[in-house]
């Protein structure tokens, strides 16, 4: 019999929690890139091994490959641990037959076939959700059942906080940083990667808690009622006008908060109003907001409620260079320097070389610029990155481009709007030097980035390329450049 086991109403849980859930905006660049890379032909081609000879679904090996490895094909499918000997970690001691080193494939069709997914055969969405949350484990079902699993769940509205940091070791304040299983599938579904017949989702009878309620009590104003307006995609303050200032007149009155009779004029007394809010509340992460009067978007978040829709910047159109230097730039996500800090390595040369810089320099420009060299190429087209491996230079040529292809610190500030994925970002660090990366996603005020020479922390003079998603247009202080 099957590890896992499908009752109706288990069925019935996950389809209906499969239909509520929504791509967090702030991981969409991250899903989509999970997507890609289980669709990669030299990923997806092994992927096809393991489905012939087990039956399970090519996309869902991929997904189980990048939850329980990271798509490392050194490491066994069953926990991660290298393919130089059996797993030490549970399940220890596998494959119990042949001897090591093991191949990828013969060793992920003894993790299915362990599982007995050999013969499962339904991989409705409902079939596939409870093979992935019986693969992990029901240790979140079971100890923790007001915390979807992450496993599955994560990157999705369906989940925000509690995990498992340790073996039986429970957070309930530790983010899940993986793309769950079930963020993925959506996202294939959604683009037409896998074709899935979707079940109608059965009534809400109100017995699936999707994430934590909130109140004013507890830092954030529940939500409305009516429908949300949208963030306007830009700072209301001192002086400004408009529908989306009457908004926040309104909203602020339903709270309790008194700025006079609502007319849509940012004034003095909706200025206090702001801040008397801002101190009252948090933005989505739990962080108290900045008390100063303005309405960006994290305070526009945290005034509608956790709800509101984040302003959306559309992505690059595909087949054009920035749509292909971001998918260049992705895909070198994981590269290290050899040794770590050295400012060397195989992968790390490349970038260097490709600027006329020998090994041991600084190489977030050089990364940048072999990005475009390489995304030009794929497209048959001449590269309009400056070649050189200096932040500042390239920000100095940058301003002979036309206007709109340079959004000044400032100017970005002030209208959100204007950052584009595909653009790369500068900031000037001080003596003649810099940091500057790819913007691979804009939510709100906030940045999804791809950066070279960088760390999780988003240092300069860091040790690898890194996808990062802390960095606020406000932090960039030089600015924004479309080379396309």
């Known amino acids: 019999m099957p590890t896992a086991e499908l009752t109706r109403d288990l069925s019935e849980e996950y389809t209906q929690l499969f239909a509520l859930a929504k791509i967090r905006p702030e991981h969409k660049f991250e899903v989509d890139a999970v997507a890609d890379r289980i669709f990669a032909p030299e990923n997806f081609s092994r992927y096809q091994k ?7 679904p090519a996309f869902v090996v991929g997904i189980i490959h990048n939850l329980e490895a990271s798509f490392n094909f050194n490491a066994h499918l069953h926990n991660g641990d ?3 000997a059996r797993t030490v970690h549970v399940p220890e001691g596998r494959p119990r037959s042949g001897s090591p080193p093991f191949e990828w494939v013969e060793s992920a069709i003894d993790a299915l076939t362990m599982h007995d997914l050999n013969n499962w055969r339904d991989w409705s969405v409902p079939g596939i959700a409870v093979v992935l949350e019986s693969y992990n484990g029901f240790g979140y079902r079971r100890n923790h059942p007001q915390v979807k699993s992450p496993y599955l769940w994560s990157f999705t509205t369906i989940y925000s906080a509690g995990k498992y940091v340790g073996d039986g070791e429970f957070s309930p304040t530790a983010v899940s940083k993986q793309c769950g299983g079930m ?16 079940p109608a989702p ?5 017995g699936v808690a999707v994430t934590p309620s909130v109140s004013v009590e ?7 009622s009516t429908e949300t307006p949208p963030y306007p995609g830009h700072l209301l303050k001192m002086d400004s006008h408009g529908p989306d200032v009457l908004d926040v007149q309104k909203r602020l009155s339903e709270l309790g908060i008194k700025t006079g009779e609502p007319d849509g004029d940012f004034g003095d007394q909706t200025e206090a109003g702001v801040k008397m809010f801002q101190a009252r509340a948090v ?8 008390i100063d009067g303005i309405v960006g978007c994290k305070t526009w978040d945290a005034l509608f409620g956790l709800a509101t829709p984040a302003f959306s910047i559309p992505p690059p159109e595909i087949g054009s260079l920035p749509a292909q230097v971001l998918k260049v730039a992705a895909e070198e996500v994981g590269v290290r320097e050899i040794p770590l800090g050295s400012n060397t390595g195989p992968r790390v040369n490349q970038y260097l070389d490709a600027v006329g810089v020998g090994p041991g320099q600084p190489w977030c420009m050089a990364f940048v610029f072999w990005c475009f060299k390489q995304a030009s190429a794929a497209l048959g087209v001449s590269n309009p990155a400056p070649r050189t491996g200096s932040v500042i230079r390239c920000w100095q040529l940058a301003q002979s481009l036309p206007k709109e292809n340079v959004v000044p610190a400032e100017k970005a500030k002030e209208d959100p709007s204007q950052v584009l994925p595909g653009m790369v970002f500068f900031i000037d660090t001080g003596q003649g030097r810099g940091h500057a990366g790819f913007v691979a996603d804009v939510v709100g005020g906030t940045l999804v980035t791809i950066e070279g020479n960088s760390n999780s922390v988003g240092l300069r003079e860091g040790i690898g390329v890194f996808q990062r998603s802390s960095r606020k247009i406000r932090d960039i202080n030089t600015g924004f450049v479309a080379f396309a």
């Open 50 to 56: 393991v489905q012939d000879s087990t039956g399970v």
């Open 82 to 84: 290298p393919l130089t």
């Open 183 to 198: 963020a993925a599938l959506k996202r294939m579904i959604d683009t037409g990667k896998v074709a899935i017949p979707m």
């Open 202 to 206: 059965p009534a809400d009878t109100g």
């Open 218 to 224: 507890n830092g954030a104003p529940p939500p409305r």
């Open 283 to 290: 933005d989505e992460d739990g962080n108290h907001l900045e």
